[in-house]
């Protein structure tokens, strides 16, 4: 099963039993910490991608936006492409249409993360895909999914809270 995994992610699962090799394990051989360069990392990204599952928000905790809006600014944000959308620790509001607001935030205790804004955008496609109960533009919607192209990136969908 795990021959189809690519090699980091093996490497990734094998580091949890002390070896980053993608060579079957021997006994006699000295585990070399050195090769453990660049397995941190992507256990890391491992962990991040297991600990969180993409989810829609209720109204009960989240202001809702509406889906006129989220859609207007996935289509904005996937017209940048590989263009650079950053967030900063606090949270950083990538697009924000009519009482529709989409923020993105890092993951993981990271102060910052970045993904291409066309990943960003797919995340808010996802919950139009999963969030709303209807299609129309004025129906309510608030979602949080992660990033694609940056699993320490979480993109929220809501609405902007009033006065």
């Known amino acids: 099963m795990t021959?189809?995994?690519?090699?980091?992610?093996?490497?990734?699962?094998?580091?949890?039993?002390?070896?980053?090799?993608?060579?079957?394990?021997?006994?006699?051989?000295?585990?070399?910490?050195?090769?453990?360069?660049?397995?941190?990392?992507?256990?890391?990204?491992?962990?991040l991608q297991l600990t969180f599952q993409n989810k829609c928000l209720g109204p009960e905790k989240y202001p809702q936006?509406?889906?006129?809006?989220?859609?207007?600014?996935?289509?904005?944000?996937?017209?940048?492409q590989r263009q650079e959308c950053k967030v900063e620790k606090a949270g950083t509001v990538m697009c924000q249409e009519g009482i529709t607001a989409i923020?993105?935030?890092?993951?993981?205790?990271?102060?910052?993360?970045s993904a291409t804004c066309e990943d960003v955008g797919a995340a808010v496609d996802w919950v139009l895909d999963h969030c709303s109960a209807c299609s129309n533009i004025g129906c309510r919607i608030a979602g949080q999914a992660v990033v694609k192209g940056n699993q320490g990136m979480l993109v929220t969908v809501t609405g902007v809270p009033q006065d």
Do not use: D, K
């Not at 809006?69 to 017209?79: D, H, P, R, V």
């Not at 923020?103 to 993360?113: F, L, V």
């Open 65 to 80: 936006g509406l889906v006129g809006g989220a859609l207007s600014c996935a289509n904005y944000l996937e017209s940048l």
């Open 3 to 47: 021959r189809n995994l690519p090699c980091r992610m093996f490497q990734a699962l094998v580091l949890m039993i002390f070896t980053s090799s993608c060579q079957a394990i021997r006994p006699g051989i000295p585990w070399n910490p050195n090769e453990m360069e660049g397995a941190q990392e992507t256990l890391h990204q491992l962990e």
């Open 103 to 113: 923020t993105g935030y890092p993951r993981g205790g990271e102060s910052e993360a």
